[in-house]
C-alpha cells in the first residue's frame, strides 16, 4: 500500500465549480500534512499547509481527518488558472523528508 | 530571501554515459537537502537527502549517487546512465522545518 495515496484523475469542470479532492495515508504517526501544487513540466509548490481545525486561504480549503487518516482539498469557483496537479503531501516523525502523493490532475474548462 | 539553482534545465544523454546535476541553495545556512525523481505521469520519488556536509542517506538503491561537498551544494552522480534513469529530477531543501522548496528541475531524458 502506498504511504499517500490519490485519485490520479483528471478532474475536469466548467469555471466557476466547486471541486474536492481527497488524499488518503497510511502511517498514523504522521505529523504534517500539506497541498502542493505542480503545472505542467514544472516543479511543486506550496499551496497551503493542512491544520487539524482546518485552514482556509481564499477560494481553497484544506480539512484534515487524524481519525479516517485522509486529508481534503476544496476549491470555490475554480479558474482557468487552477488547471494543475495538486499534491498531498505528509511528513512523519522520524523521516527527514515529506512524502508525496502520485497528485491528482484537475482541468477547469471555460 | 532563499533561493534554490539547479541546473541544467534539461539534458539529453546516452546510455552509459555519466551524469552530473549540480544544486546550490542561496541565503540560508545548514539546510537540510533532497534530490527526487519524477517520472512521466508519475509522483516524486525521493533518492537522497542530506542533513549536513558530507552526510547523505539514500533512500532507494539504485545506481545514482549523491554527494555534498559544501553546506548549500548538492550533487547528483552516475557512473553510467540507464535508460530507466530518464525522468525529472528535482533538487529541494527546508530549513529542518517541514515546507519544501524546489529547484526548477532538470529533465532528464537518456537515449
Known amino acids: 500500500r502506498k504511504e499517500v495515496e490519490q485519485d490520479p484523475g483528471p478532474f475536469n469542470v466548467p469555471e466557476g465549480a466547486t471541486v474536492a479532492f481527497n488524499c488518503t495515508y497510511s502511517?498514523?504517526?504522521?505529523?504534517?500534512f500539506f497541498w502542493y501544487r505542480q503545472d505542467c513540466r514544472k516543479e511543486p509548490k506550496l499551496l497551503m499547509s493542512?491544520?487539524?481545525s482546518g485552514n482556509e486561504d481564499g477560494r481553497f480549503t484544506a480539512q484534515l481527518n487524524r481519525a479516517s487518516q485522509y486529508i481534503s482539498l476544496l476549491i470555490r469557483d475554480s479558474k482557468l488558472s487552477d488547471s494543475a496537479t495538486y499534491l498531498c503531501?505528509?511528513?512523519?516523525?522520524?523521516?527527514?523528508?515529506?512524502?508525496f502523493g502520485s497528485g491528482t490532475r484537475l482541468q477547469v474548462q471555460p | 530571501s532563499q533561493t534554490i539553482h539547479q541546473w541544467p534545465a534539461t539534458l539529453v544523454q546516452p546510455v552509459g554515459s555519466p551524469l552530473s546535476l549540480e544544486c546550490t541553495v542561496e541565503?540560508?545556512?545548514?539546510?537540510?537537502l533532497y534530490w527526487y525523481r519524477q517520472a512521466a505521469g508519475r509522483g516524486l520519488q525521493l533518492l537522497f537527502y542530506?542533513?549536513?556536509?558530507?552526510?547523505i542517506s539514500s533512500e532507494v538503491p539504485q545506481n545514482l549517487s549523491a554527494s555534498r561537498p559544501q553546506d548549500r551544494q548538492f550533487i547528483l552522480s552516475s557512473k553510467k546512465l540507464l535508460l530507466s534513469d530518464s525522468g525529472f529530477y528535482l533538487c529541494?531543501?527546508?530549513?529542518?522545518?517541514?515546507?519544501?522548496?524546489f529547484g526548477q528541475g532538470t529533465r532528464l531524458t537518456v537515449v
Open positions: 529541494a531543501w527546508t530549513d529542518g522545518g517541514k515546507v519544501a522548496f
Open positions: 502511517n498514523s504517526a504522521s505529523q504534517s
Open positions: 493542512v491544520y487539524s
Open positions: 503531501v505528509v511528513s512523519s516523525e522520524g523521516r527527514r523528508a515529506l512524502t
Open positions: 541565503g540560508t545556512s545548514n539546510p537540510n
Open positions: 542530506s542533513v549536513g556536509i558530507g552526510q
